[in-house]
DNA sequence: GTGAAAGCGCTAACAG
DNA sequence: CTGTTAGCGCTTTCAC
């Protein structure tokens, strides 16, 4: 007894009209509670439909109704904890307006953020996602969805863009470290893009404005494991550094490691400054001294601009407000 | 020129074939690399496609297609580390079968969770989750789409589930523990579940094997704050404590930080074992000893059984293969 | 209160 | 190679 059978078809609204002895509408009515149908006939259609193991379709009613909507995240790499806490950010935001987000790793392989720009471009109403493609590239690959990218500027205007400005930060941490006696500072670069970082960029500034070099540069997977590799050689390479930058804080996580191998004391003999204002950053030893990021805003712009996208096609929002301004956030390892 | 207008109307299969002068048939052909169609007919159907903005809509396409799956998998938490490993291997290996992931963060909330349960499971084919509502509630929110939960027993055929057993591994921490001198071993319990966990029954009957008590325990909640603030409790209630397992990684680095503070030392003073082998438990001073889970196989069985119910429903596989084995894992804290 | 008709936007099957 | 005819499963008019 209500066992559903084992047909291989799908039950549609038509079985349970029939099953139930009325029509098709009256079977909606039901479903979906309104309320210009009798309490009798509403508990046999729900019967017959429970009965019969229905199950609306989702892409019949998505049809119709013309209303969920649905965004796509895609990230390089989820388990690096700034992506997780992005995603939780913006998984958040879509959330409170009833948005479904389905979420794509790339795993950092351009050839998969192709494919993820396509296959997610074509099954949701919007992208948010940070992305290493070059932006004509994007532009063809998600034909005419919005697309709002994390960290990085945009020309097109169907593209919409949450910027992060950490050049005051990084003014200040550099500020920080020339106080406390720092005359060789080195950084720990993103590695495999063709050009240095924005990051570096706002470092080479803050060092220019105080007489000092910054050419003491490293190249270093977003990892921990390749911050760990790359503190040593830099060091090797920059003998006399006595204070790092990191694109993040997941490689400053690595060269805190490699720090303590290298029996360098931290903040002592080597100051390490992160970038993202991660929890973890606070969970090492010694806790992380970073610019901090408010990651949950950044989320939450994202999914504004979707927002905004969405009501108005090509006509994102103009820079100021979508900006995410980093803070120097002293721990203990600087 | 070039420009799309501002007709709020969604442009359909049928503008563009009037734009290009052919039928619909033809356009769909253009539009899905179909081959029977000619060169020049094909680009003159393109061209006005990107004039017109023309975006397929993927529930025509879906009503008609029948194929694109989608599942949906439901968290406590993606800030938790062993959630956000859960997702990433969810979606490494629902990736690999094409299948889209539409993920919620239920915040820890019984609220929360019931709203996903409905509105996920009325717009996905299949449902991934770490759930703590009872099973007839899960039963009834998500009406006939296939489950399985993670971690977690269940009754239901509908339902599918992956266990967690770490009676073993929790027999070898504590047999190593014991080993190293410990009489008085406690648990860093979870917290805010009617019943103790299933890892603690685990640690009692390793603790009863030995002729330990097992009934040192304090609750915490699932965070690095929970453990942090959960051991001097413990160890308050029970002075005579020197070894602690706890519930999972989470709570284990937050114990880590709260010996420090109270000047015990790891693993003189205090041994502690954690559970999940996060790779969170290799970044913290020192290393965390731990009961290791290979979550990367957990996603992939859960994926594996969704793919099970979708083909056959009601016909889950016996629970045998279903089962992620703890091992323990030692490194620097026990 | 309930049913009949029409159509959401698309593609599969068949004509031509 | 291209067009016509039928639906996919559901909800919205509008009759009754």
Avoid: C
């Amino acid at each position: 007894m209500g066992s559903s059978g084992t047909s291989r078809r799908r039950v549609t609204i038509h079985d349970v009209a029939r099953s139930a002895g009325v029509s098709r509408q009256t079977v909606s009515r039901a479903l979906n509670d309104k309320g210009e149908i009798q309490g009798t006939t509403k508990q046999r259609v729900l019967d017959a439909a429970r009965e019969l193991g229905y199950r609306p379709s989702r892409f019949a009613r998505g049809l119709v109704r013309q209303d969920t909507v649905t965004v796509g995240l895609v990230i390089p790499d989820l388990l690096n904890p700034f992506f997780t806490e992005v995603a939780a950010a913006a998984l958040e935001a879509a959330g409170e307006r009833g948005w479904h987000v389905v979420v794509h790793d790339t795993s950092d392989s351009p050839e998969k953020e192709r494919t993820a720009l396509r296959v997610v471009g074509s099954q949701v109403d919007a992208v948010i996602g940070y992305f290493s493609s070059p932006e004509d590239e994007i532009d063809r690959d998600t034909r005419g969805v919005p697309v709002v990218l994390v960290g990085r500027e945009h020309r097109a205007t169907r593209f919409g863009s949450i910027r992060i400005d950490g050049a005051e930060a990084i003014d200040r941490a550099v500020a920080h470290l020339v106080a406390r006696g720092h005359r060789s500072i080195g950084m720990l670069d993103h590695q495999g893009r063709p050009e240095p970082s924005d990051r570096h960029g706002w470092f080479a500034a803050a060092a220019a404005a105080r007489g000092l070099d910054a050419s003491a540069v490293a190249g270093a997977p977003q990892s921990v494991e390749g911050g760990e590799a790359a503190l040593p050689r830099l060091l090797a390479a920059y003998p006399d550094v006595t204070a790092v930058l990191t694109f993040n804080d997941v490689i400053a996580v690595g060269a805190l490691r490699a720090a303590r191998r290298l029996g360098r004391r931290v903040p002592e003999d080597l100051a390490v400054v992160g970038f993202d204002g991660l929890r973890l950053g606070d969970l090492v030893e010694p806790a992380l001294s970073t610019v901090s990021l408010d990651i949950g805003r950044l989320g939450a712009l994202a999914v504004e601009e979707v927002a905004r996208l969405l009501a108005a096609p090509g006509d994102p929002v103009a820079g100021a407000r979508l900006v995410v301004h980093g803070s120097l956030l002293l721990r203990d390892s600087a």
